[in-house]
């Protein structure tokens, strides 16, 4: 049971972290960063880099991986939020 | 030095909760979602439900309040999404 319960958290773990990814491609490929808000990217960020520096601290793997794929996305994100500023 | 550690933790799980609160009420607001992702928010409503339920497998209180508060912000935006599509 716990094994199938573990399993779940690693595929909770890969959705929330794969999603950013198609956000990323789209706001990249139409230019516009229009409709996200800066306040949800850079409290995100901020969070995401707690997690990462969390996941260190406890020396856990999944969450150091994770974390360090969304913070990059949210660095492209934050990245584009300012190139694209209409 | 485990409190701190765990602190941490908290910051983290706060910030990566209420970074979505502001893009609701952006999106609410400007009545626009064109620069959202639809992949995105479908893959990351998905991945917060397994994370919702892995904290009630495993009983974290914790994962349960921050997940179920995301998958609220979630399923606004989902909402926002189609409700504003040009």
Redesign the interface.
């Known amino acids: 049971m716990i094994d199938s ?1 573990e399993i ?2 690693l ?13 990323v ?3 990249w490929k ?1 230019k ?6 800066m ?3 850079l ?2 960020e ?3 880099l ?2 990462l ?2 996941g260190f ?2 020396d856990s793997f999944p969450v150091i991986l994770a974390n360090a794929i969304t913070a990059v996305s949210g660095i492209f994100l934050l990245y584009f939020k300012f190139r694209y500023k209409n």
């Open positions: 319960i779940l958290g595929i909770a773990a890969v959705l929330t972290t794969v999603a950013f990814l198609p956000q491609y789209k706001t139409t516009s960063a229009e409709s996200l808000s306040t949800m990217l409290v995100f901020s969070g995401v707690c997690w520096v969390y601290l406890i």
